[in-house]
């Protein structure tokens, strides 16, 4: 695969009045857009009804339950992208609860695909919210790079205007991020081709 034929989704993972994650997520999918090398679909978690109670079945037992109406899109677009960039804050030293939910309602749609983190908080940048989801994409059968971004004290970082107010740093990241991402992306894709071994 070559050119812009992986798909990336930009995941929005903030739900809550007066987040910045459509700040920094708009920032990425442009220096994604500058790499040039994944058509890039930004999913704002916002735009859908997800309920917190998830079937009787878990989707991992179930890999296409019966989605609610307001989530069949969403799980349409995760079930397309070839790659994921999650963009988190952590909340009370964890992430999003809006971002639990979506994960446990699928199974198959991260399964063998490559999953990349940009971070923003106050202190952390972060950090302590991709540590755990870390853990959860691994559970999933999904491959988590090494690489990410973090913001530490964004409300500093941006101006009011959403502008990086030194980008340099960020960028160079951010292409470092979307080289291995992309890296994995491709192996990966080829090896969703090859059925799974038995368990």
Do not use: C
């Given at each position: 695969?070559?050119?812009?034929?992986?798909?990336?989704?930009?995941?929005?993972?903030?739900?809550?009045?007066?987040?910045?994650?459509?700040?920094?997520?708009?920032?990425?999918?442009?220096?994604?857009?500058?790499?040039?090398?994944?058509?890039?679909?930004?999913?704002?978690?916002?735009?859908?009804?997800?309920?917190?109670?998830?079937?009787?079945?878990?989707?991992?037992?179930?890999?296409?339950?019966?989605?609610?109406?307001?989530?069949?899109?969403?799980?349409?677009?995760?079930?397309?992208?070839?790659?994921?960039?999650?963009?988190?804050?952590?909340?009370?030293?964890?992430?999003?609860?809006?971002?639990?939910?979506?994960i446990d309602w699928h199974f198959t749609q991260w399964q063998a695909k490559a999953v990349a983190f940009?971070?923003?908080?106050?202190?952390?940048?972060?950090?302590?919210?991709?540590?755990?989801?870390?853990?959860?994409?691994?559970?999933?059968?999904?491959?988590?790079?090494?690489?990410?971004?973090?913001?530490?004290?964004?409300y500093l970082s941006f101006d009011e205007e959403g502008r990086l107010r030194e980008p340099e740093e960020?960028?160079?990241?951010?292409?470092?991020?979307?080289?291995?991402?992309?890296?994995?992306?491709?192996?990966?894709?080829?090896?969703?081709?090859?059925?799974?071994?038995?368990?």
């Open positions: 695969m070559t050119g812009t034929s992986l798909r990336l989704g930009v995941i929005v993972g903030s739900v809550r009045d007066g987040r910045f994650g459509p700040v920094v997520a708009s920032w990425f999918a442009a220096e994604a857009a500058r790499h040039g090398r994944f058509e890039i679909d930004v999913i704002d978690l916002a735009e859908f009804d997800i309920p917190l109670e998830l079937p009787a079945v878990p989707p991992a037992l179930e890999p296409n339950p019966e989605r609610p109406a307001g989530m069949r899109e969403l799980s349409r677009r995760l079930e397309a992208a070839d790659a994921f960039v999650i963009v988190t804050p952590d909340y009370n030293r964890s992430f999003p609860a809006s971002l639990k939910a979506v940009v971070g923003y908080s106050g202190a952390s940048g972060g950090l302590l919210a991709i540590e755990q989801l870390r853990q959860v994409f691994n559970e999933l059968d999904a491959h988590t790079v090494r690489e990410y971004v973090s913001f530490p004290r964004y960020p960028a160079a990241a951010a292409r470092t991020v979307l080289d291995r991402l992309h890296w994995w992306a491709e192996a990966l894709a080829v090896a969703r081709r090859v059925p799974a071994a038995a368990s």
